[in-house]
């Protein structure tokens, strides 16, 4: 029921690639069903990442993965150890737990998973996710998932626990922290209905700088922002200490949610609004 001492470096499982040999995974539908099983990875091991969406090749692809246990254990570099999202592909978590144990590695953006391509969708159903220990990383953006661009995100009767970004120097530049949980930028959509949102805190470089949204940073364009029925339970930042949003869409809306325990520094202890909610 479990497998473990896995040693490979680099990603784990490719769904299309770059490479002009490589296979053409367009328009597909891929089930990888784990039928109950747990994949994980050893505390020796460096591994980028589980698996990632890359290149045209994967364009129109369905992707899903259903049914087990993915455990993380050890380092992790690049964008995100689960998955990286660089493919107009659709990804789907259905009955999964994903938990990453105390990572040393420091992912610059998205602790869990990065989406960069602006036709990327990810849905997660029925499922957990956990970051137990640690930072996500030297993570500036998204200690679960950092997004840009006008991807999808979809969340359903699912939990999100821990998280913690740290803002840091990348390239040169210090960031701030943002997005303890999740990271939404531009004209993404996010919608969450009947999910736990728990933990999640930004912590910033050094005092000058601010942190935002101890679980959701969602910020700038006319993208979607939906909640129903979920439920926000601790989290910590200096502004918005579980959601800090400064978008531009009338298409915002917050029905039926509870927030409690949560600890801002400086403005507000659950919600700090600079743009439009309903």
């Not at 049914?67 to 009955?95: C, Q, R, W």
Request: contains cysteine; aromatic residues 10%; neutral net charge.
């Amino acid at each position: 029921n479990e497998t473990t001492g896995m040693k490979s470096s680099g990603t784990l499982l490719y769904i299309g690639y770059y490479h002009k040999t490589a296979a053409n995974c367009r328009n597909q539908t891929l089930v990888f069903d784990l039928n109950g099983h747990t994949l994980k990875t050893t505390s020796d091991v460096s591994l980028s990442r589980l698996f990632g969406v890359y290149g045209t090749k994967a364009d129109g692809s369905n992707f899903t993965l259903t049914n087990g246990i993915l455990e993380m254990n050890g380092t992790y570099s690049a964008y995100s150890p689960v998955a990286f999202f660089h493919g107009a592909a659709k990804v789907t978590l259905d009955g999964v737990k994903v938990t990453l144990n105390d990572p040393s590695a420091r992912a610059t953006h998205g602790g869990m998973f990065y989406i960069a391509n602006a036709k990327s969708t990810l849905d997660v159903i029925n499922s957990d996710l956990i970051v137990d220990g640690g930072d996500t990383g030297s993570v500036v953006k998204g200690g679960i998932a950092n997004t840009g661009a006008a991807c999808t995100i979809t969340l359903k009767n699912s939990n999100f626990t821990g998280g913690r970004v740290t803002g840091g120097v990348v390239s040169g530049t210090t960031h701030h922290a943002m997005g303890g949980q999740f990271y939404i930028l531009g004209t993404a959509k996010f919608t969450a209905e009947n999910c736990t949102f728990t933990g999640g805190e930004c912590v910033p470089a050094e005092t000058s700088y601010t942190d935002y949204g101890g679980q959701i940073y969602k910020v700038s364009g006319s993208g979607i922002f939906k909640l129903t029925n979920c439920t926000f339970t601790g989290g910590s930042a200096e502004r918005g200490a579980q959601i800090y949003y400064a978008g531009t869409s009338t298409s915002n809306v917050f029905e039926n949610c509870t927030f409690t325990g949560g600890k801002a520094t400086s403005w507000a202890g659950s919600l700090y609004n600079g743009g439009r909610l309903t």
